[in-house]
């Protein structure tokens, strides 16, 4: 049966060009999605104090056919929210940094990842639809937007002149 709550969540859409480059190599842009999902899920209590069933992620299924966005989503998974995704938010380049160590840095060299790496013992989808090097195409590209917008120059008051 569906269960439904209110709860609180954070994401952030998946740059055009990563999914455009995932495309051009043939990979699995929702294997990625998915893979990064998981990775992000299971780096989180590394940077919010909460149990590793307090936040959730969505799940790519094989024979899915309902279209979503590419777009990485994590979430409380307590009703009402507990704080997690909120708190997820505010140190979210930290968090992809975190989750692309993971990714890369497993020496299992599957596709599909492994229990080490992107494999989510929760998984709703049995962790069959997952593509490592497309999430690592995809989290490089989101941690080089976050250091451009780091660069930026924020807008403030003028020095006065006298």
Known sequence: ???????????????????????????????????LNHALALVAPLFVVCDA????????????????????VLYDA???????????FRRFPAVLAQA???????PCGLVAGCPACVHDRRCSGHNVVLDRAAANVIVGALLEDAAA??????????????
């Open 53 to 72: 069933n307090d936040v959730a992620t969505e799940h790519v299924y094989p024979v899915q056919k309902r279209p979503r966005p590419h777009r990485l």
């Open 149 to 162: 917008a780091a660069k930026q120059p924020t807008a403030g008051p003028s020095p006065a002149r006298a």
């Open 100 to 106: 692309r160590t993971l990714i890369y840095g497993c």
């Open 1 to 35: 049966p569906p269960l439904e709550f209110e709860t609180r969540g954070t994401w952030i859409d998946v740059p055009a060009a990563a999914v455009a480059d995932i495309e051009a190599k043939k990979w699995d842009v929702k294997g990625g999605i998915h893979a």
């Open 78 to 88: 307590r009703p009402g929210g507990v704080g997690v995704a909120d708190q997820l």
